[in-house]
């Protein structure tokens, strides 16, 4: 697996819809990078977020 993931590589990690994704980039709760008109997230940068943030909801 490449070091960075599309949307919807990003969404199957997560478990949630690309949809949801689209929504939370919007809403810049998601860490991502903007190349030219594609978004990317960084593996590392992803599962450090994922983890925070389950940690936040227990």
């Known amino acids: 697996m490449s070091s960075f993931l599309d949307k919807s590589e990003a969404a199957n990690l997560l478990g949630v819809k690309v949809t949801e994704i689209d929504e939370m980039i919007r809403n810049k709760e998601i860490p991502h990078l903007r190349i030219g008109r594609n978004i990317r997230f960084r593996l590392s ?9 389950r940690k936040n909801l227990a």
């Not at 940068?45 to 983890?51: D, L, S, V």
């Open 45 to 53: 940068t992803i599962q450090k977020w994922a983890e925070e943030s």
